[in-house]
């Protein structure tokens, strides 16, 4: 696969930086401990299971912020 990728209406050119995400990397055992995982996302990266959980999001961000990153990013 190639990913997830992201749908614009104007061009990216390839290797362009398009945004930074905000969140905790966590494993994979601590990702089940939590109990809401709807803004869990996983990261595979060769042998490692890893993931970003936004749910301390809220404590960097206020709530509307919140929103739009989680609309950005397609949660």
């Given at each position: ?24 990397l ?9 109990g ?7 990261v ?32």
């Amino acid at each position: 696969g190639r990913g997830f990728g992201v749908k614009t209406l104007e061009e990216i050119p390839r290797q362009t930086f398009v945004n930074e995400y905000l969140g905790e990397l966590i494993d994979a055992e601590t990702k089940e401990t939590l109990g809401d995982t709807k803004y869990i996302f996983e990261v595979l990266a060769g042998d490692k299971d890893e993931c970003i959980s936004t749910q301390t999001i809220s404590e960097i961000l206020p709530s509307s912020s919140t929103t739009v990153v989680s609309q950005i990013v397609g949660l």
